[in-house]
């Protein structure tokens, strides 16, 4: 589960449009995992990505913050919480950069990454995508994710990028 945060949630900082309305299928997935492990956008407060330092988002995420806390309506019990985007310079875009997140999986013995969460055309494909180049299965679900949209068809875009890349996606959008 990606970066389901306050901060990507309607009143929040760098608020997904209607990044909340995937929390109940967020919850009955996490329910039916073996393993569930949540993302979050843990950013330094001079973070690179941040409009004061020269980057493209309003600051956001920043780590020990009430908006980088994960919403409080997730019901999921998670096996870890993995920290990202914490290295000053980097987007830190995907769950398995700079994180412990592979070497999890491998200690299970996960052979499929099923991916949730906010946003679909920022962390949640850069997730799906570098799961996929670490060789697991990848299945994505467009009931349990959102895009931000910047550009109108962002997420569709994604999505297409997705399957090139031999991820699943499934679910209605
Ligand atoms: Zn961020």
């Given at each position: 589960m990606v970066d389901v945060q306050n901060d990507f949630c309607?009143?929040?900082?760098l608020a997904v449009p209607a990044g909340d309305e995937i929390i109940d299928a967020v919850n009955r997935l996490a329910a039916e995992a073996p393993m569930v492990i949540a993302t979050r956008d843990w950013h330094p407060p001079d973070h690179g990505s941040f409009a004061d330092q020269g980057g493209v988002w309003p600051a956001h995420c920043v780590r020990d913050t009430p908006g980088a806390q994960l919403h409080p309506a997730l019901r999921a019990r998670f096996d870890a919480i993995v920290d990202k985007g914490?290295?000053?310079?980097?987007?830190?875009?995907?769950?398995?950069?700079?994180?412990?997140l592979e070497r999890r999986l491998r200690e299970r013995g996960v052979d499929t990454v099923h991916v949730v969460g906010l946003a679909l055309d920022y962390c949640v494909k850069a997730t799906a995508l570098a799961a996929r180049q670490a060789g697991f299965d990848v299945v994505v679900h467009r009931e349990a994710t959102r895009a931000v949209n910047v550009e109108p068809d962002d997420g569709e875009r994604a999505v297409a990028e997705l399957r090139a890349a031999g991820v699943e996606v499934i679910g209605a959008a």
């Open positions: 309607p009143g929040g900082a914490q290295a000053h310079e980097r987007e830190g875009y995907s769950g398995f950069e700079g994180t412990t």
